[in-house]
């Protein structure tokens, strides 16, 4: 939610991503309860958190654009 951008594209030769594959539903979880339990974030963002967790992302777009862009494909 605080960053602008998760991914950019520069034409067809760089692509570069924000998010991280290996971090799993599970450790999320465990970064919004440390996160509750801190003053560094405000009640409304980690509350906003938790409740888009389990929510439907749009991993399968980004998916077929980086598998284009491994192969060489525009």
Do not use: W
Not at 7 to 27: K, N, S
Not at 37 to 52: E, F, G, L, V
Request: aromatic share 8%.
């Amino acid at each position: 939610p605080r960053c602008q951008f998760a991914g950019l594209a520069y034409g067809d030769i760089i692509f570069t991503v924000q998010p991280h594959p290996e971090i799993t539903d599970p450790i999320l979880e465990d970064y919004i309860r440390v996160g509750q339990n801190s003053s560094r974030y405000p009640m409304d963002t980690i509350q906003a958190a938790h409740a888009m967790l389990h929510s439907p992302s749009d991993a399968s777009p980004f998916t077929r654009r980086l598998a284009q862009t491994l192969k060489g494909a525009t």
